[in-house]
């Protein structure tokens, strides 16, 4: 078969299981499998087409569709395929997941759950090939909408309905802002069709405002800060197969929109616009972490940690932006190369976390990791998927997270070499520390999460009677941990793949990527050095086996049982270390950012004085976009809506008088006066 | 070929490392007046403990007993790592495989700390993690003064290039940045107190409070070879002399293991001369650090 029969037996497939709408709750254990089947199977679909464009070449097909805009067109370059294989990888995993998962929703609107989860994945996928203007814009707000209707699905909760509001007021404003982009394109080009586009003819003032509106429009969607406040609110509310696929794919479609724009359409641009992304892409790293630190929601954690991966990924665009604009191919080639590899490792990732910690949920009931502990025991497999996940998530060698940050800092060191003038060869090597700090932050929020959530005792009942999760949840999230790992110890597959992808873009040269041995990855361009993943991971088997060895030095290891130490009392759960206390003095050095508000409640009622007395202790911190942008733009939105309520009065009379005194206005303004 | 070089390079330190601690205590001791215990005093608390059985908490997983392995692994490799024997090829010695070679010992220990359910081991944890949070971009910056120097983020590029400068003031703000992060990432005083069991200072110890016999060994050796991981990297990256095509290779191993010794010393001596920081001053003093790279960056 051809990639053109995948790509539409692609669409056929997630069309039928998006029928399954019209069944309402009727037969759930039917439609789920059927459902969810058909989307795995267009998933496959969607892998193979993928396979058979990079194999073959670029697809390109005209729908028979006709628009009052011109002919609708899609085209599937090696771009669009390396970006729906990501789709087709997380969709599968997710699709076979929701199989086990979405029982927990079998009722009255289970159809429509099943059925937008299709509707979902076609709408990202349509995203990825449309090549022209008017169908991209129509598959983008389906994909908006069909995902606010996910987000709401729960709308009995007023936390969720208020959470899919703002999502879907922020994903506007970011698509009023990708439309003009698009509009001003295609008015130069005098076409809607994206072959057609040219950024390099337009006047330079238009074309930063193209860059501005499509940088300001692709990045809400992405959840850069301080276009993130939606993401930490809808992901979580969610449920848990969709907030994979949200966090884990759908965000990665801005990042295919920007590699459009800024790779093809607009040409290589100046200096500043690679520095502007460079200034978001950190503060969206550091902010974003440190939030998800803070966090005790499990899942909403793993949400604040998605702005901060969004943040290492623009690190990665923002740099490959410089270099193309200073005039260095081959180190826009490494920087680029970050951000695809990146971006996939994300979707692989962040699916597997966001299932762990829907897994989590299923069992438990709850996504408050102070209410959780001792799941390792409880719900090992999980814990063991969930920890491979946490470690790659911390860039810890030999997994795909390292590889991905280590091509990063390799972009970012070379950026003072590509600058000229100390100020900035100074801010790009604060970049790479700023970096280390994320990474460092990261580990700290993921030790967290796991340390707490799955370690030592139960902190409640809940936690107590866990149980392991059913083995069609565990298989794709055994999957994904097998892929963070064959990412993670032969990277040259994934680079040559992301290297063909890349190669006919103007501005970049990946020839420095490609290797001439197959046990490294070198970067030929000066001698920034290489990474060689089977030598690493060698010299920890051997060091491993030289301590077990050591171990049984002296014969085999004895092990006797005593109880953990804590000063002479029986230790129970409430000794142990919160979350909030784990990350205490963390706050309390970014007390200027956080601006932690500290509530302590001593309840002395009936209980001695000294010992025994019930405490709570409360902590909030405040984001500071929320408070600088957010709440006065809504403040001056109210206050304006109350002014012109004053007009607005209701009354007819009154209204007929505005009618009139308008027209009366009309006709003087006619005679001439 | 490499890496048996490397894996080599790695068992001789590992039998070096705990004679350095040694004589750091014993330089130690004699400053305060004490004749404290001999130099190979830690050979044999470790091979004590290594014959020892352990005691396991009933509350624990598996994931406290790979802990130690996995700790002592990471440090051992990080060891193999090093740019010692410079003429070596060490194409893959990356700076960064090294960092994040160390991160995995830590990632580990702390869940091993938390892992027991007593508040000390989340104490540990905690502390630790917030030291690393500092410590991490200021490290970084340190050794970016001699990698955007060099060209490379190579450890046997950098090395090579420090072999070739001459001295510098950069270089002097550089190396005095290092030796500030080299005290806290080895936990000794101000940041750390790694002679103290007291829980309201201690923070390695917190977090293997619940360690006994062979895993409580491998992990005191490991640490060993923390120590003198960063104490030659120092040495190799910060004091290069004598420069080389001055001297033969064998004069420069016994150059390096001489630094090494007065390395250690120094520690002993900052360590007398100071007292334990309390723990929210450290941002300042890890601040001072990041401000003496930033100036050796920009004066380059």
New interface residues.
């Given amino acids: 078969m051809l990639a053109v029969d995948w790509y539409y037996l692609m669409l056929v497939l997630f069309t039928l299981g998006g029928l399954s709408v019209f069944f309402g709750g009727k037969h759930p254990g039917k439609i789920n499998y059927v459902a969810h089947g058909l989307a795995a199977l267009g998933c496959l679909a969607t892998v193979l087409c993928a396979i058979f464009v990079l194999w073959q070449g670029t697809l390109e097909l005209t729908l028979p569709l006709s628009l009052p805009f011109g002919v609708m067109t899609a085209r599937v370059d090696s771009l669009a395929a390396f970006f729906l294989l990501l789709i087709g990888v997380g969709g599968l995993a997710a699709s076979v997941y929701a199989m086990g998962y979405s029982k927990e929703y079998y009722g009255g609107r289970y159809g429509l759950l099943t059925g937008l989860f299709n509707v979902f994945l076609l709408s990202m996928v349509l995203v990825i090939t449309a090549s022209h203007v008017a169908a991209f814009v129509i598959a983008w707000e389906v994909m908006s909408v069909v995902s606010f209707l996910l987000v709401n699905f729960e709308y009995e909760k007023l936390a969720n309905t208020r959470a899919a509001f703002v999502y879907i007021v922020m994903t506007h404003v970011g698509t009023i802002f990708i439309i003009s982009a698009f509009l001003l394109l295609a008015t130069a080009a005098g076409s809607m069709d994206f072959a057609q586009f040219d950024g390099s003819i337009l006047p330079a003032a238009t074309r930063n405002i193209v860059f501005l509106c499509a940088f300001v429009g692709f990045g809400a969607k992405a959840g850069m800060i301080p276009l993130h406040i939606w993401l930490p609110q809808a992901h979580p509310v969610a449920p848990s197969h969709i907030s994979a696929l949200m966090s884990g794919v759908m965000i990665k479609t801005a990042i295919y929109g920007m590699c459009r724009f800024f790779l093809e359409f607009l040409g290589t641009g100046p200096v500043w616009w690679g520095g502007l992304i460079l200034a978001i892409a950190i503060l969206s790293c550091v902010l974003g972490v440190l939030y998800a630190l803070m966090e005790t929601d499990l899942k909403r954690l793993l949400a604040y940690s998605s702005v901060e991966n969004i943040g290492i990924m623009l690190l990665g665009i923002g740099s490959g932006m410089v270099f193309m604009s200073k005039g260095e191919p081959l180190m826009a080639g490494l920087a680029w190369v970050a951000v695809l590899y990146h971006c996939f490792n994300h979707a692989v990732f962040k699916s597997l976390l966001f299932m762990g910690a829907g897994a989590v949920l299923h069992s438990t009931h709850t996504k408050d990791i102070e209410r959780l502990g ?1 799941l ?2 409880r719900m090992p497999y999980t814990a063991l998927f969930f ?1 491979v996940g946490a ?1 790659t998530i ?4 030999p997994l795909n997270g ?1 590889i991905s ?2 091509l990063t ?2 972009a970012l ?1 070379l950026l ?2 590509a600058m000229t003038g ?1 100020a900035p ?2 801010a790009g ?2 970049l ?3 970096l ?2 994320t ?3 990261a ?2 929020c993921f ?2 999460a ?3 959530a799955f ?3 139960p902190r409640s009942a809940k936690a107590e009677n866990a149980q392991e999760v059913s083995a069609v949840m565990l298989a794709p999230m055994a999957g994904l941990a097998l892929l963070c790992v064959l990412l993670g110890v032969w990277p040259q597959g994934m680079i040559t793949l992301i290297s063909m992808v890349l190669a006919d873009f103007p501005g970049l040269n990946v020839d420095a990527m490609l290797t001439t041995n197959w046990y ?1 990855v ?1 970067f030929n361009a ?7 993943m089977p ?2 991971i ?3 088997l ?3 086996v ?3 060895a ?2 049984y ?2 014969g085999k ?10 000063c002479g009392i029986v ?1 129970n ?1 409430h ?3 919160t979350a909030t ?6 706050r ?2 970014f007390h200027s950012v956080l601006r932690p508000q500290r509530e302590t409640i001593v309840d002395e009622i009936e209980t001695n004085h000294y010992f025994g007395r019930r405490l709570s202790y409360q902590v909030a911190i405040t984001y500071v976009f929320t408070d600088m942008v957010y709440r006065p733009i809504n403040r001056t939105i109210l206050g304006m809506a109350r002014f012109m309520k004053t007009i607005q009065a209701g009354s007819l009379q009154l209204y007929i008088g505005y009618i009139m005194a308008v027209t009366v206005l009309v006709l003087i303004w006619n005679a001439g006066w | 070929m ?2 048996f070089i ?2 080599m390079q ?2 001789i330190l590992l039998l070096a490392a705990p004679l350095v601690v040694g004589i750091i205590k014993k330089t130690k001791a004699r400053l305060q007046n004490r004749r404290g215990p001999g130099i190979q005093q830690l050979y044999f608390d470790i091979l004590k403990f ?2 020892k ?7 624990v ?3 406290f007993r790979v802990t ?3 700790y ?6 990080a060891a ?2 090093l740019p010692v024997w410079l003429n070596g090829s060490g ?4 700076l ?2 090294f ?3 160390l ?2 010992g ?2 580990f220990l ?2 091993a700390s ?10 540990g ?3 630790e ?2 030291i ?10 340190a050794m ?1 003064t001699v ?2 120097r ?5 450890l046997f ?1 950098m090395a090579g290039t420090a072999m070739q400068e001459s001295f510098s003031l950069s270089y002097f703000f550089a190396a005095c940045a290092f030796f500030i992060v080299m005290l806290a990432e080895s936990g000794r005083i101000p940041v750390d107190n790694p002679d103290t069991h007291l829980e309201l200072t201690m923070i390695h110890e917190g977090m293997v ?2 360690y006994s ?3 409580l ?2 992990i005191f ?1 490991a640490v060993a070879l923390k120590q003198l991981i960063l104490i030659l990297l120092f040495v190799l990256l910060f004091i290069p002399w004598p420069l080389a095509g001055v001297v033969t290779p064998w004069v420069q191993v016994l150059s390096i293991v001489v630094k090494v010794l007065l390395v250690a010393v120094a520690l002993a001596v900052a360590e007398t001369i100071t007292n334990k920081m309390r ?2 001053k450290v ?1 300042n003093f890890m601040a001072l650090s ?1 401000l003496l790279s ?1 100036l050796a ?2 004066a380059q």
Avoid: C, H
């Fill in positions: 001792g390792i025991k920890l470690a911390a860039a810890l060698p390292f940050e280590w800092f390799q060191f003072p070499q100390v060869k100074l090597t604060v790479i520390a700023l280390g700090l990474g460092a932050l580990a700290a030790v967290k796991f340390g707490i370690l030592a005792k490294s070198a000066s001698n920034a050095g290489g990474l060689s030598f690493v060698g010299l920890l051997i060091s491993v030289v301590a077990v050591l171990s030095l002296y290891p004895r092990i006797v049982t005593g109880e953990t130490w804590t230790p759960s000794m142990q270390y206390g784990f990350s205490g003095p963390i309390r050095i | 490499t890496m490397d894996m790695a068992l290594l014959a059985d352990s005691v396991e908490s009933p509350t997983s598996w994931i130690p392995y996995i002592f692994a990471a440090a051992v490799s193999a790592l194409l893959v010695n990356n960064l495989v960092i994040y070679t991160a995995i830590r990632f702390v869940l938390l892992d027991a359910g007593s508040a000390f081991g989340g104490m944890g905690s502390r993690m917030y690393s949070v500092l410590v991490e971009p200021v490290l970084l910056l970016l990698a955007v060099s060209g490379s983020t190579n590029a409070l619940e016999g062979r895993p060994g491998l050796w723990l929210f941002p990041g930033l960056l920009a």
